[in-house]
C-alpha cells in the first residue's frame, strides 16, 4: 500500500495486527506487517506526495521486491482526498474504477487537450474489475473516477471545470496516477482507494475532516484481508 505522508501510513497500519518490520529502500523504509493465519504479507509506504514522488518510490518498492524473487501481487494507491460534492460526502470512502491524470496535457484556445489527444502515453489506469467489485461490497465505498492532479483544487471554477471534463468523478488526489504508472510498468495490478477528507473546491480549512476520514481508513483495510485473501490474482495473466 502506497500512501502520500506517514500520517495516511500509519492509519492503514492501525488495522494489522503487531508492530511491523521496517524494510530498508533506497528511497525510505517500507513497514511489512503479517496477517496472522492467512500468510499475507502487507507493505505500507509513505511514498511521497505527488505524482512523480509518488512513482519513483512506488517503482523503487517494486523493483526491490522482484529482485528478491518476491514479485508484489497488488499495489494500492491510499489515502485522503478531495470529494466532488455532494456524491462524495466527508468521511466517505471512494474506490477508482478509473485512476485518471486530471491535468496531463495541454492548454489549448480551444480548452485542455489530455496527453493521449496529443498521441503520447495513456492518463488513465483501469483496476481489475473483480478485485473492485469485492472490495466496493467489503467496504462501503462508492466507485467512481479518481483524479490525480499536481496542484490541489482551490476554487469553485477549477472543480466545475474538473467535473465538466470527468463527470464521473468522485475524488481528487495527487498520486494515484503516479502509483498507478509504476504499477503498470511491472504489470502489477492497482487499486485506488480513498477516504474523503475534505470538499473539492475552495480551501476552507475549518470544513475539513482529517480525522474522520484516517479513521474510514483504517476501518477499510480491516475488512480487506479476506478479500484479498480469495482474489486469484493471476486471472489476469
Known amino acids: 500500500m502506497a500512501t502520500a505522508v506517514p500520517a495516511e501510513r500509519d492509519a492503514v497500519a492501525r488495522a494489522f495486527v503487531g508492530p511491523g518490520t521496517g524494510v530498508r529502500l533506497p528511497t525510505g523504509t517500507l513497514d511489512r506487517f503479517h496477517t496472522p493465519g492467512q500468510g499475507q504479507v502487507h507493505d505500507l509506504l509513505a511514498a511521497g506526495v505527488g505524482p512523480a514522488l509518488a512513482a519513483a518510490s512506488t517503482a523503487a518498492a517494486l523493483t526491490a521486491a522482484a529482485l528478491d524473487g518476491r514479485p508484489y501481487d497488488l499495489v494500492v494507491s491510499t489515502g485522503i482526498a478531495g470529494g466532488f460534492q ?6 466517505s470512502l471512494v ?4 485512476i485518471t491524470a486530471a491535468d496531463l496535457g495541454a492548454e489549448t484556445p480551444d480548452g485542455f487537450l489530455p496527453v493521449t489527444d496529443l498521441g503520447f ?3 488513465t ?9 469485492a472490495v466496493a461490497a467489503a467496504t462501503g465505498a462508492r466507485t467512481g473516477t ?3 492532479v499536481s496542484t490541489v483544487t482551490g476554487s469553485a471554477a477549477r472543480a466545475a471545470a474538473l467535473r465538466t471534463r470527468h463527470p464521473r468523478a468522485l475524488a481528487e ?21 480513498r477516504a474523503v477528507s475534505n470538499p473539492v473546491g475552495p480551501r ?25 485473501e480469495s482474489w486469484d490474482p493471476y486471472e489476469l495473466r
Open 86 to 91: 455532494p456524491e462524495a460526502p466527508l468521511g
Open 95 to 98: 474506490l477508482a474504477d478509473e
Open 121 to 123: 502515453g495513456t492518463v
Open 125 to 133: 489506469h483501469h483496476p481489475p474489475e473483480s478485485l473492485m467489485r
Open 146 to 148: 479518481v483524479l490525480t
Open 173 to 193: 488526489a495527487m498520486e494515484g496516477f503516479g502509483v498507478a504508472e509504476a504499477a503498470a510498468a511491472h504489470r502489477t495490478p492497482v487499486l485506488e482507494l
Open 204 to 228: 476552507d480549512r475549518a470544513a475539513w475532516r482529517i480525522g474522520d476520514a484516517l479513521d474510514a481508513l483504517t476501518e477499510a483495510f480491516g475488512k480487506l484481508p479476506p478479500v484479498l
